[in-house]
């Protein structure tokens, strides 16, 4: 039998708030243990929490990027459930009135666009993090991290593949980096995903019994992790048995996952509307004055640079997939260069090189002025394609500007007509049988007369004037 997979994505975005987000304990990461808490955070008898603006606000802002309407009212809840993370035994999340509701996000996936619903974005706390000792059965509990705020942005069902899943991720994951609210970094924990999939036979319109996945912490992994489990439900479904629901996690060194529990439902947590925290309300003029504030978000972007600038699909895509890589872009462009060539040199040797050092488009030690001035002294002639690969080197080393650097190192490009036609008539006498072979149709020895000019220029000679050169004084 034929089967279709039933994909919803749970994606908990952290973000980037300075402080929690009921006290005022730092969110910031890598601290030593248990630094970063306070009474509240800890769930000390006779504290009361007090909500982050900054929290509302933002996710105020990703609620309007995903098309969502913003609702005037929503309502606190406890969720209550017990693990050692935990300290209150409950977790202060939105249930029934959450913030944001039913938005969407168009997606790309092998050259088809497709709308996936969002059922909802709410507001919640982080729990804390368990630390197991490798060396004996004992696990510490860090509760830094408890009170860091969280968005949870829960899609529809919509999605059927384990591509599309990927493509959700790096698109939503753009988006909210683009609105400055979200670093989007998985490897530590500020992007998570889980995933609930389940198979049908293709045309049934009743959804399949789903697994909830867990523990994937890269776009890579989630994809294998959905591969994995759409075989082993497949494998269930075709030998006649039933797909159990349940709480799995993914192993990504076996390339395997393993039960972890039984799913819960929403009953299982016991869901309050917390006595502590009085109702949201967010009015008309705060949501409009957040949505005049939006900056251009990723697709329009990179729609405009295809007609803007002439960039493919490809090209776009890579300069927009960052605001601060983006502006570096348009800057460049609005200092003179050429937009195919200020792509071209961004994509290859500049990211080339950030990648190397291990630095971001805003630590580049070449500017967007700088590298405009590179490309210029290559269009003008003054220079060549691979002395400026030697300028460009240098100017990330040390910072100077494209001329000073040809201006130090001496590396203007040799460009007198009269100066090249003297040392091409040089070589000529000195190489007759080439000549003739030359002239008999021989035209490969045009790259052994424009070596043996860049020879005698110590490499400064423009080649191209060269080939002209050598067509024009043997009679081409």
């Given at each position: 039998?034929?089967?279709?997979?039933?994909?919803?994505?749970?994606?908990?975005?952290?973000?980037l708030t300075e402080s929690k987000i009921f006290c005022g304990c730092s969110t910031k990461f890598g601290a030593p243990p248990n630094t970063h808490v306070c009474p509240v955070c800890l769930g000390m008898p006779g504290v009361l929490p007090v909500l982050n603006q900054k929290v509302v606000e933002f996710t105020i802002r990703a609620g309007l990027a995903t098309n969502c309407a913003i609702q005037p009212k929503s309502v606190w809840a406890r969720k209550n459930y017990f693990y050692p993370d935990l300290s209150k035994n409950y977790q202060i999340s939105q249930y029934e009135l959450p913030i944001c509701l039913d938005g969407w996000l168009d997606i790309e996936v092998e050259g088809e666009n497709r709308r996936i619903g969002i059922t909802r974005i709410h507001m919640e706390e982080d729990a804390g993090k368990l630390v197991h000792d490798p060396s004996q059965p004992v696990s510490y509990v860090d509760y830094n991290r408890t009170g860091v705020p969280l968005m949870e942005i829960v899609s529809e069902p919509d999605l059927r593949s384990p591509e599309e899943a990927g493509a959700y991720l790096r698109t939503l994951r753009d988006v909210l980096i683009y609105l400055e609210i979200c670093d989007g970094n998985m490897e530590e924990g500020s992007f998570r995903c889980d995933a609930n999939i389940s198979l049908r036979p293709v045309g049934q319109a009743e959804f399949g019994i789903r697994a909830e996945l867990k523990n994937m912490n890269s776009f890579r992994g989630v994809t294998k992790a959905l591969e994995y489990e759409i075989r082993r439900q497949r494998?269930?479904?075709?030998?006649g048995g039933k797909v159990v629901q349940e709480t799995r996690l993914w192993d990504a060194d076996q390339g395997k996952s393993f039960g972890m529990r039984g799913k819960e439902e929403a009953?299982?947590?016991?869901?309050?509307?917390?006595?502590?925290?009085?109702p949201l309300v967010v009015d008309e003029a705060w949501v409009e004055r957040v949505r005049s504030e939006l900056p251009e978000l990723p697709g329009a972007k990179r729609a405009r640079f295809m007609e803007a600038y002439g960039l493919n699909d490809?090209?776009?895509?890579v300069l927009t997939a960052g605001r601060p890589l983006a502006d570096y872009y348009e800057a460049v462009v609005a200092a003179g260069a050429p937009p195919k060539a200020a792509a071209n040199w961004m994509m290859t040797d500049l990211l080339g090189a950030l990648k190397a050092e291990g630095r971001e488009i805003g630590q580049a030690a070449v500017k967007p002025q700088g590298l405009a001035e590179l490309i210029a002294l290559i269009d003008s002639g003054a220079i060549s394609n691979k002395m400026a690969k030697e300028v460009f080197a240098e100017m990330m080393a040390t910072?100077?500007?494209a001329a000073k650097v040809v201006e130090e190192k001496g590396l203007t490009q040799v460009s007198d007509e009269g100066e090249l036609e003297g040392l091409l008539k040089e070589i000529f006498a000195a190489n007759p049988e080439e000549v003739e072979a030359f002239k008999g149709g021989k035209k490969k020895l045009m790259g052994f007369f424009v070596g043996q000019v860049m020879q005698k220029t110590k490499g400064q000679a423009n080649p191209k004037l060269v080939n002209q050169l050598v067509n024009k004084l043997l009679g081409e």
């Open positions: 039998m034929e089967y279709e997979a039933v994909i919803g994505l749970e994606v908990h975005a952290q973000l494998a269930i479904l075709d030998e009953h299982d947590y016991r869901y309050l509307p917390d006595p502590d925290l009085p490809y090209d776009a895509g910072g100077k500007g």
